[in-house]
């Protein structure tokens, strides 16, 4: 059964730098690409970026390249979402999911949760 | 880059109501356009690929069409569980863009 596992809720103060993850399970890591989605709160589904865990490349919506970054450990199926300097307005939940066999985003994660509040 | 708009934003409809959300998409996108459904609370979930193949264990109530910049989704009668905000995202290439989202209720 595909997996995806995140890691929990954050509370952060502006200026703080945050890693998320999510672990993969149920299917080969390195075959499949994996995005990140967030979702401000009562607001819709924004798409922010995509890894090959196969060799660590990137894509990145405008609205989000350079503030954030994605990685991805292939020895232990996890992918990463950071940023180095949090804002308030990085509030939000945060999602990976799976492109699997559909190309669409066909499993994800239960979200993390990040408040970033002084 | 490619922009896709979603309308309503929100409608409400009786129960055994047809209903449909259209997506336009800025530029032609075949059919790599995928609908997700997300109830108050949880995880999106993929209804919907390739413009038109359900996902599996989904109902076969829900159906979707179209290709290249015009789509639909079409729930052929309205149950109480559809409750929930419909979301298009094409995926042919990055980035994977949403669109606005439509909100579903019941009158």
């Known amino acids: 059964e595909v997996q995806l596992v995140q890691s929990g809720a954050e509370v952060k103060k502006p200026g703080e730098s945050l890693r998320i993850s999510c672990k993969g399970s149920?299917?080969?890591?390195?075959?499949?690409?994996i995005s990140w989605v967030r979702q401000m709160p009562g607001k819709g589904l924004e798409w922010m970026a995509r890894?090959?865990?196969?060799?660590?490349?990137?894509t990145y919506s405008p609205s989000f390249q350079g503030h954030v970054t994605i990685s991805a450990d292939e020895s232990i199926n996890t992918a990463y979402l950071q940023w180095s300097s949090l804002r308030a307005s990085d509030s939000a939940m945060f999602y990976c999911?799976?492109?699997?066999?559909?190309?669409?985003?066909?499993?994800w994660g239960q979200g993390t949760p990040v408040t970033v509040s002084s | 880059d490619i922009q896709m708009t979603q309308s309503p934003s929100s409608l409400s409809a009786s129960v055994g109501d047809r209903v449909t959300i259209t997506c336009r998409a800025s530029?032609?996108?075949?059919?790599?356009l995928a609908w997700y459904q997300q109830k108050a609370g949880n995880v999106p979930q993929l209804l919907i690929y390739?413009?038109?193949t359900l996902q599996s264990g989904v109902p076969s109530r829900f159906s979707g069409s179209g290709s290249g910049t015009d789509f639909t989704l079409t729930i052929s009668s309205l149950q109480p569980e559809d409750v929930a905000t419909y979301y298009c995202?094409?995926?042919?290439?990055?980035?994977?863009?949403f669109g606005g989202g439509t909100k579903v209720g019941i009158k």
């Open positions: 999911a799976v492109e699997y066999n559909s190309l669409s985003l066909e499993y």
């Open positions: 149920g299917y080969k890591f390195t075959s499949y690409w």
């Open positions: 890894i090959d865990p196969s060799d660590s490349y990137t």
């Open positions: 530029q032609g996108i075949s059919k790599y």
């Open positions: 390739g413009a038109s």
């Open positions: 995202q094409k995926y042919n290439s990055a980035p994977l863009t």
